[in-house]
């Protein structure tokens, strides 16, 4: 009797890779946020391309969402840089282990200069960002520039942590959409 041909199963060659799977999640966890205008995401990953951390531009802890403005008013009442935490912030304070030295992060925008210290300061070498932030004609164009600015120059300050503009190699795009109110959310890549 003929022996039938084995059917040959090649492994997947569409799995994501490991920068993929990192800012996919970070994409991800933009959605936990409440701020209406802009949602970042933020992930950390050690040298074993373990997740150490991650975290979403919320309020503080115990600060009610209903209790803190989400505008961007002009008093302290109303204005809500006052009192969000970004995603940067949050991720490097969820760290699951003693510190982050060493580590990289993936984030949805690129940190401003108050998340350019944190980050500094804990120890990460690597920052990857998926997009700088569409600075707009207005009132805080002026300021958004010079936070930006900051954050390049205290990043850049002897090579002290590696920018990497997020560039996948198969033009990967991430796209959360949420057609409609009763689906949870879906990741396209
Ligand atoms: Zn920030």
Redesign the pocket.
Known sequence: MEEQAKETIEKRSWNLDWDEYFMALAFLSAQRSKDPKTQ?GACIVNKDNRIVGMGY?GMPNYCKDEDFPWEKGQTAEDNKHLYVC????NAVVNKIQADVKGCRMFVTLF??????K?IIQSGIEEVIYNEMPDIQEGEKKQEKEE?RKA?QKMFGYNNNVTLTPYKPERGTVFKIERQDPECRAEIRL
Do not use: K
């Open positions: 970042v531009n970004h995603a940067e912030l940190p401003c200069n108050e998340c350019a944190i936070s954050a």
